[in-house]
């Protein structure tokens, strides 16, 4: 009797193995970090909010499964550096980095621990991976690199103000990006019959002297190009000048616009965030970054603020208004 009650136990014991091994791996906890150059949000985390919901569809929810380990470098690309050692020694499973200086500092900091690209710009030409294809390395993601973007939204921004004839444009030429972007603006200016007025801008002390020239220079418009840490950093100091000189602006980012800028075109970034939340899932799934293809965004959005457009006496076209994406009141 005894034996028999014995090799129960022992049969019990053996099939309840697996289910707890099971429930085991089910409750692990993944550790990822999140590197922003960007500054910490006086507010919740727009960007945060669209990654977090991205993985809770994919069964990662934070606080249960999944700890995010967050890092802003209050642009400042020393601060990078020094973050991203941090979270290499928190041993975190990927890293999420957000805009070409993350992504260089995150690379330049581990060649084992995956990263996935938040915001880049051309990785291939910037030594992030070897091809869109077959990345190679530890890093994947996705480029946010539009074929002829620029110079579609200088036709937006004429399109609204189509009486302008010299626009300014506003860039970092250090940035690995910056001249084939004022390239594309050249070509379409050139088609428009605008002239450009290229302000290479380096530094946030020679903010308001870069505005101050192009007013004294008779810019009607500007262009604000892309992703550069400096530019981005600067994107309210960038608006209130745009509005206080009264030059109707485009940028890339709806963020821009929300902050009182007066049309943005360019990648959805919501849907852009969700994405980044697929490539962590899969990573943390078993994939590896070299094989998992660089995506490019196939979602754009025109966002136009009717309220600025209003202080600038700009009337927004209707075929625009029926274009937007977005109009803010």
Known sequence: MWYSVIGCLVTLSLLASPLTAEAQQATKVHRIGRLMASSSPSGPDPWLEHFGQGLRDLGYVEGQNLLIEHRYAEGSEERLRDLAAELVRLQVEVIVAGGSAAIRAAQQTTRTIPIVMASSGDPVGLGFVASLARPGGNITGMSNIVADLPGKQLELLKE?????ARIAVVTNLA?????SDVENLTVAAKALGVQLQVVDLRSPDALEGAFAAMTGEGAEALVV???????DHLRGPIVDLATKHRLPAIYRWKRYVEAGGLMSYGPNQPAMWRRYAYYVARILQGATPADLPVEQPTKLELVLNLKT???LGITIPPSLLLLA???LQ
């Open 325 to 327: 994406n977005e109009v």
């Open 309 to 311: 457009a209003k202080a």
């Open 175 to 179: 940035a690995p990006l910056s001249g």
């Open 225 to 231: 190009l892309g992703e550069p840490l400096l530019i």
């Open 160 to 164: 609204v103000v189509p009486q302008s």
